[in-house]
């Protein structure tokens, strides 16, 4: 557990200083992570308790890297039109033109100097393609009947399709929301 805690520290830790200089990025990387190894040596044992007080005395991976992209005079990328195109892409792209809409989206998201890899795939994979499938699911999708008995689905058929729909329209929603909220907090100060 331990070297997880530190694993995904590093992590975090590239991922935030993924604008500067490659050269700059492994070495800061380095330097923390033998910084890590030093202070753990120093201690009886390196337990999680161990592990976490180290982290902690380090800070915010967020705030090395504001710290080495000041020294190194590289200002933060602010979200721009790119990211704002990207949401709006991702979200009804695919509705707008038809599938092109949503990989141009994707391919704006994932060009962006903004969000994190994680944030890049949480935009690709919740429901890909947007709102395409709701859209084209609640509009085109027909229900077709034959025979002399009921038409349409029963209570529990319709119940969980209005349950599906509902989450097909959620997701890419809560999605926009999210990347949006990254951006923006990614981008203060």
């Not at 790119?82 to 998201?109: D, N």
């Not at 999605?175 to 907090?185: C, F, G, V």
Request: hydrophobic fraction near 45%; glycine fraction near 8%.
């Amino acid at each position: 557990m331990s070297n997880d805690l530190i694993d995904r520290y590093l992590d975090d830790l590239r991922d935030d200083v993924r604008d500067l200089p490659k050269r700059r990025q492994d070495e800061l990387v380095a330097e923390i992570k033998d910084h890590i190894d030093s202070a753990l040596a120093e201690m009886p044992n390196r337990d999680e308790v161990s592990v976490r007080n180290v982290l902690e005395r380090l800070g915010d991976p967020a705030d090395i890297a504001d710290e080495a992209r000041d020294r190194m005079g590289i200002p933060r990328a602010k979200a721009g039109i790119r990211e704002i195109a990207a949401v709006i892409l991702l979200l009804i792209g695919g509705i707008v033109i038809p599938v092109l809409g949503w990989i141009i989206g994707l391919l704006l998201l994932w060009s962006s100097p903004v969000w994190t890899s994680r944030d890049k795939l949480i935009g690709s994979l919740i429901i890909p393609g947007g709102l395409m499938l709701p859209f084209e699911l609640f509009f085109f999708a027909s229900y077709t009947c034959s025979g002399s008995g009921p038409c349409g689905p029963s209570g529990l058929e319709q119940a969980l399709i209005t349950i599906g729909f509902a989450l097909a329209v959620a997701a890419p929603v809560v999605t926009s929301i999210y990347l949006t909220r990254r951006a923006s907090i990614l981008t203060r100060g």
